[in-house]
Each structure stands twice: as C-alpha cells, then as structure tokens.
C-alpha cells in the first residue's frame, strides 16, 4: 500500500480525517465507502472495521477507526506542526478530544437526526429541544475557554482545534445553539475559513443529496 487509505464518504464523520490529512499536505486515497449492504455492512468492508461504521485508516500496517483517533495519529505522524510540541498541550488535546465525544457529539447527533436525517414520521421535536438545551452548557464552557486566545491551544491551529470543530460541524453549518456564543461563533469561523476545510465542504455539497438518500434507506432498515 503506497498511500494511507481513508474508507468513507465526505457526508459523514470521513469528513474529519480527510480534514486532517489535507492540513498534513498528506496523500491519502479516498476508498468512497456509504452504509448498507453494498457498503459499512459488506463482508469486505467488516474485515477493515468489525463496527461496520465508516471512518477508516488503513496506513502501512495500522488499520483503525474511529474518527477522532484517526486524527489524532495523523496529525502526530504527519502533522508538520498540527500536532502539539509540548506534553502539556498533548494532554490538553487528548482532554478536549475526549470532551468532544462525551460532551457535544450526543447533542449534536440528536439534533442532526430528528431535525433532518430521520423520515418526518421518525422526528420528535422534544428531543431537538432537550438536545438544544443540553449543548448550551459544554458551549458556555467552550467559549470561555476561546475567550483569551483564537485557539484551543493558543495563537496556532492545531489539530485540538480541527477535532472540536468537525464535531460542531452541523451546529455551525446550520447555525444552531452556537451562535449564541460568540467566541464559539468566531472560531468556528476561523477553522472553517482554512483552504482544506473550504476545499472539502465544497466538494461535500455536491454529495450531499445521494447521500441523505443512502442514510435514510438504511436508517428505515436498522429501525424495522
């Protein structure tokens, strides 16, 4: 294997390391893998990741999933500066990493869902609100932390950063609860405006249709 390999599509969480290894100046190929029987569930694809979930890395003799761990080896192998120097601003990498799966993605993945993802008939509204609400607190927390400085880690970007921000990917994209929080608002910007997330988001508009049409297919198929 010549390049490291990155399994999914750019509608879903593929989106971040393809993110990340655009800001490494990284080759990868793109295997363009979606849900269902011919995709995450195919026998093939099971062998790569036994989670039939998309992301995943292959990369000499590492094969592993999970998208923000993906980004974080990437970053530490490739990364030309997206990867912290000091031990300190590792450990506050992995800590904001860690904080983003536990305290934002819930939140963000219920309002994604019911307020669009899902058949009308699957949506509850509740549950956006409830997930609204929930998020507004680890947002207060987010953007105090971006009070003093425009990144995570300080005056860099770096792949703390990049991690967060793809995680609040929708909230920015359709402009829920953060822009009620302006530091939040102001960064998401800044992350967003770089020429490898504007190039990717770009060529993710142009997906956006087939794909809501796979997830939805295989979504009803899951719930049955």
């Known amino acids: 294997m010549n390049r490291p390999r990155i ?51 292959q990369d000499r003799d590492l094969t592993m999933w999970e ?15 997206l990867y912290p120097d000091r031990v300190e601003d590792e450990a506050r990498t992995w800590q904001w990493t860690l904080w983003a799966v536990a305290e934002l993605e819930p939140h963000v993945v219920t ?16 549950a956006v609100s409830s997930a609204l609400a929930a998020i507004t607190k680890p947002l207060d927390v987010l953007d105090g932390a971006l009070s003093g400085s425009p990144y995570l880690l300080g005056d860099r970007f770096t792949i703390a950063d990049l ?36 190039e990717l988001r770009d060529l993710r508009s142009t997906e956006r249709a087939k794909a809501l049409d796979d997830y939805w297919t295989f979504y009803r198929s899951r719930r049955k």
Not at 67 to 81: E, M, P, T, V
Request: glycine share 6%; charged share 20%.
């Open 111 to 126: 309002i994604l869902e019911h307020g669009s993802l899902l058949p009308p008939e699957q949506r509850s509204q509740d």
């Open 163 to 198: 991690n967060l921000a793809a995680v609040l990917y929708p909230a920015y994209d359709n402009k829920w609860a953060v822009v009620h929080h302006p530091n939040v608002m102001a960064w998401l910007a800044r992350c967003w405006a770089r020429p490898a997330a504007k």
């Open 7 to 57: 399994y999914g599509i750019l509608n879903s969480r593929a989106l971040r390391p393809l993110w990340a290894a655009k800001e490494c100046g990284l080759d990868v190929e793109q295997i363009r893998v979606g849900l269902g029987p011919d995709g995450t569930e195919s026998e093939w694809f099971r062998k790569i990741n036994p989670n039939a979930a998309i992301p995943a890395l």
């Open 67 to 81: 998208s923000l761990a993906i980004n974080l080896y990437l970053a530490k192998r490739y990364g030309q500066g």
